[in-house]
């Protein structure tokens, strides 16, 4: 049993070899009896500021999980931050049981950052398939071990951690502008795993309440109308999805039923 979250495909894709049994974060944590009983359950998600997505802290906090043997794979493009660590002092904190917390190093999708044309020539370098193997591995034969925070990844997270408590958050809202490009066919309101867009006489209507920050609809959107409002990104031209997910199974995963 494996429980993802996902916003350009990475991490479903991950999940997709770890487990037939799969289930979306985004759905699941709607459910008020979230209790949960396999022999081995997994967390997949992307980081986040060097950290695990708040919608996956908040479900892993309210859920139950019975199991011999619990592991989380994290995402991620440049730096780890040695977010390892930190989600292992997370469990501890909530009482709950770890045995295996590792990192996989991907095709890094925050726009707002990087050009993915250019992240795209990474890709084969990175050797995905390779790693995913020996998480695998890993796990099937029980291996219990919280990837070793190095210090120089615990460095970068502090120093970005200083930044922001000097600059103030790294974004802030309202995230998006809508341009006119947008032909309202409704895509974003579908990978929205918040349920933060509306399409109302054929234009976006943004509520961030929910709001994750995951840049699926930026992502998603055919005609790039959805640009970020406040920030200059490197290329707004250039969006990503991970080649063996669908835009159908990012829907699949994220609309909000």
Do not use: W
């Amino acid at each position: 049993m494996i429980f993802y979250f996902t916003a350009t495909g990475n991490s479903l894709y991950v999940a997709k070899q770890l487990d037939t049994d799969r289930y979306s974060i985004a759905q699941e944590i709607h459910k008020e009896n979230r209790e949960y009983k396999a022999e081995k359950i997994g967390i997949v998600c992307p980081l986040f500021e060097f950290e695990m997505p708040n919608i996956v802290k908040e479900f892993i906090k309210g859920s139950t999980f019975e199991t011999e043997y619990f592991y989380i794979i994290v995402t991620y493009g440049m730096h780890d931050g040695g977010v390892a660590k930190r989600s292992k002092e997370f469990m501890d904190s909530l009482g709950k049981k770890v045995d295996y917390i590792n990192t996989i190093k991907m095709h890094d999708n925050a726009i707002i950052v990087f050009d993915m044309d250019e992240q795209r020539t990474l890709e084969e370098g990175k050797k995905v398939d390779e790693h995913i193997a020996l998480l695998k591995k890993d796990i099937e034969e029980g291996k219990e071990e919280i990837q070793f925070a190095r210090k120089e990844e615990l460095e970068f997270q502090a120093e970005y951690r200083k930044m922001i408590e000097k600059t103030g958050p790294a974004y802030s809202f309202p995230l998006y502008k809508v341009t006119d490009a947008c032909v309202g066919c409704g895509t974003c309101t579908k990978v929205c795993p918040g349920g933060c867009i509306q399409i109302k006489d054929k234009k976006v209507i943004y509520d961030y309440t929910n709001c994750v920050n995951c840049m699926a609809c930026a992502q998603a959107c055919p005609t790039m109308a959805i640009q970020f409002a406040t920030i200059k990104e490197p290329n707004p031209k250039a969006r990503y999805r991970n080649v063996h997910i669908s835009l159908k199974e990012i829907i699949d995963s994220n609309i909000q039923k």
